[in-house]
């Protein structure tokens, strides 16, 4: 069975530092791969995605992820982050074939002091 | 824009009691699914639908059922509430094939007393 570990809980940065959020996977195939962003009280917003092609994947507010198959991981960048990417964060990984069911990690926790 | 709507975001039910919630979207997809959100444990799949009056469990079916009469409502069914499922639940909705993604709604807080 397909699997997603995302090993920090909580991060905590300066704004205007960089961000690095980690995810792993576990999956027989090359996997599609999503970030999520979930505001206190709202649902999740797709922050990027990657099928296939080039590994290096841009998505809104400015944040990056990386695809490393010699790793199993898909990390979320931002170079810069601002007081509004204060959320919670998901990797989310889904079959190539079939139904289109998402397997999410348990989520971390970003918290931007000033 | 994509919508996905809940019929509430915040319910408080009895022990006991059937629960209903409402999931409509408007893009006509072929895929919805009913997720739970804990702290701590991420988003679990319930249920998903991939056509009207198709549905398969999902990671922790137990204690729900689901219904799809039209391709653009999917409701989850508690058939007798208990704490235990006081959560966080999302309702997301897909196209059927590759490259696609997931939309989700804002999210139902149930509370069960």
């Known amino acids: 069975a397909q699997s997603v570990t995302q090993p920090d809980i909580h991060i905590t940065v300066s704004e205007g530092a960089s961000l690095e959020l980690r995810c792993n996977y576990s999956?027989?195939?090359?996997?599609?791969l999503f970030w999520y962003v979930q505001s206190p009280g709202q649902g999740l917003q797709l922050l990027l995605k990657y099928f296939s092609g080039d590994t290096l994947v841009q998505g809104i507010k400015g944040f990056e992820a990386e695809f490393k198959r010699s790793q199993s991981s898909f990390n979320l960048r931002k170079p810069s982050v601002h007081w509004s990417d204060a959320a919670e964060y998901f990797c989310a990984v889904g079959f190539h074939f079939g139904n289109e069911k998402l397997t999410f990690g348990t989520g971390t926790r970003l918290t931007i002091i000033p | 824009d994509v919508k996905v709507t809940q019929s509430s975001r915040y319910l408080v039910k009895r022990t006991g009691e059937k629960v209903f919630l409402e999931c409509v979207q408007d893009?006509?997809?072929?895929?919805m699914f009913w997720y739970r959100q804990d702290p701590g444990l991420g988003l679990r799949l319930i249920y998903f639908s991939y056509d009207v009056k198709m549905k398969e469990k999902g990671d922790i079916p137990e204690g729900y059922s689901v219904s799809r009469e039209k391709k653009e409502r999917f409701s989850l069914i508690l058939e007798s509430a208990s704490t235990n499922q006081t959560s966080m639940y999302l309702c997301a909705s897909s196209f059927s094939g590759l490259n696609t993604e997931a939309f989700f709604g804002q999210g139902t807080r149930l509370t069960v007393v």
């Open positions: 893009m006509d997809h072929e895929n």
């Open positions: 999956y027989g195939a090359t996997p599609y």
